[in-house]
Structure formats: structure tokens, C-alpha cells
């Protein structure tokens, strides 16, 4: 089974960028899809962006689209989440998450990405005004 354990958050001003980082153990990474999902103080867990095992379908929340990029690195067993131009309401505990997609070769619609049913324990950021 694989294990998550991100990195990267910290403070940042408001217009700036972070690099998320979620290190994957298990051999088995290449096979799973892997996402990202974050929660501010006082809301509900969100999607944020999910990647396929290939990494050549990826998936953002509308919201997301144009400042945030997810990529995986097989080789390395890491997912990434590239997050620019960086907003106070970006604020929130950033969460790497993964569900097994067995090399599955065609297209899901975004919302099989919701369901993941592995977690890391979570990075925060937070965004300066």
C-alpha cells in the first residue's frame, strides 16, 4: 500500500508562488492516481487537482484552472502541485491524496477523482495579504 507524506507548504505573500511536494512509498506508485485537496479554517475539505497514473490526464478545480499545475515524477515515486499568483483565500491545509487506477488506459471523468481513498497527514499554507 502506498503512503503520503507531503512537503513544501510555509508562508507566503500574497502574489507569490509555492511548489507542493507529496513523496509516495511503495512500488506499486506508478499505478495510482494521485491528487490534491485542501481545507481552510472552518470549510469542508476541496478538490483542488488530480493527475492519472501516466500523468497525461489532469484534472483542476474551475476555480484553479491557470495558477495551479499538478505533475508526477514515476521514476521518483513524487507528485507535484505547482501553485502561483498565490491568494489569501488559498490559505488552507494542502492535502496529497491517491486511489489505485491499475494503469487503466482511458479517460474518467473528473469526479472518479473525488473519491481517493489515501491520505497524507497534510502541509499548510499560508497566503499573506
Known amino acids: 500500500q502506498v503512503q503520503l507524506v507531503e512537503s513544501g507548504g510555509g508562508l507566503v505573500q500574497a502574489g507569490g508562488s509555492l511548489r507542493l511536494s507529496c513523496a509516495a512509498s511503495g512500488r506499486t506508485f506508478s499505478s495510482y492516481a494521485m491528487g490534491w485537496f485542501r481545507q481552510a479554517p472552518g470549510k469542508e475539505r476541496e478538490f483542488v487537482s488530480a493527475?492519472?497514473?501516466?500523468?497525461?490526464?489532469?484534472y483542476y478545480a474551475d476555480s484553479l484552472k491557470g495558477r495551479f499545475t499538478i505533475s508526477r515524477d514515476n521514476a521518483k515515486n513524487t507528485v507535484y502541485l505547482q501553485m502561483n499568483s498565490l491568494k489569501p483565500e488559498d490559505t488552507a491545509v494542502y492535502y496529497c491524496?491517491?486511489?489505485?487506477?491499475?494503469?487503466?488506459?482511458?479517460?474518467?471523468?473528473?469526479?472518479?477523482?473525488?473519491?481517493?481513498?489515501?491520505w497524507g497527514k497534510g502541509t499548510l499554507v499560508t497566503v499573506s495579504s
Open positions: 491524496a491517491a486511489r489505485e487506477e491499475g494503469y487503466y488506459r482511458g479517460v474518467y471523468s473528473i469526479d472518479y477523482y473525488y473519491a481517493m481513498n489515501l
Open positions: 493527475i492519472n497514473w501516466s500523468g497525461g490526464n489532469k
